[in-house]
């Protein structure tokens, strides 16, 4: 095994650094920009989907897409029980089309019907 000087040892690792770092800024804007995908229906005119970093929204857990829940804050939500969890199964929702609606919680706009949130109750 050839010796490395310190100095070559010590370049190198500050280009690892420096490529771990700008490696793991990348990764957090990916995950951002996929955190706001939205359901392929566009909403109804006149009414904007509700932002998932909306306060409320994002106290509750909310996501447009179910299957984007945290599961080490929502552990509850990998239970087989809680397969058809969506919105539109919920007490607060009330569908205005296929893919979205309205709810009593969340009503900074339209959620859609895929999605769910931790105040998520069954319809009766």
């Not at 804007?29 to 392929?40: G, I, N, Q, V, Y």
């Not at 566009?42 to 897409?65: M, Q």
Request: with cysteine; net charge positive; glycine share 6%.
């Amino acid at each position: 095994m050839p010796k490395t000087s310190r100095k070559t040892f010590l370049t190198k690792s500050l280009y690892l650094v420096a490529c771990l770092s700008l490696g793991e800024g990348a990764l957090s804007l990916t995950e951002e920009l996929m955190a706001e995908t939205k359901p392929s229906g566009p909403a109804p005119e006149g009414l904007k989907p509700v932002s998932e970093s909306d306060p409320t929204a994002k106290a509750l857990g909310f996501h447009h897409d179910a299957k984007q829940t945290d599961f080490t804050f929502y552990p509850e939500r990998k239970e087989p029980t809680a397969k058809n969890h969506f919105c539109k199964h919920c007490a607060q929702y009330t569908k205005l089309n296929e893919e979205w609606g309205k709810c009593n919680i969340i009503s900074a706009g339209v959620v859609s019907s895929l999605g769910w949130c931790s105040a998520w109750s069954q319809k009766t």
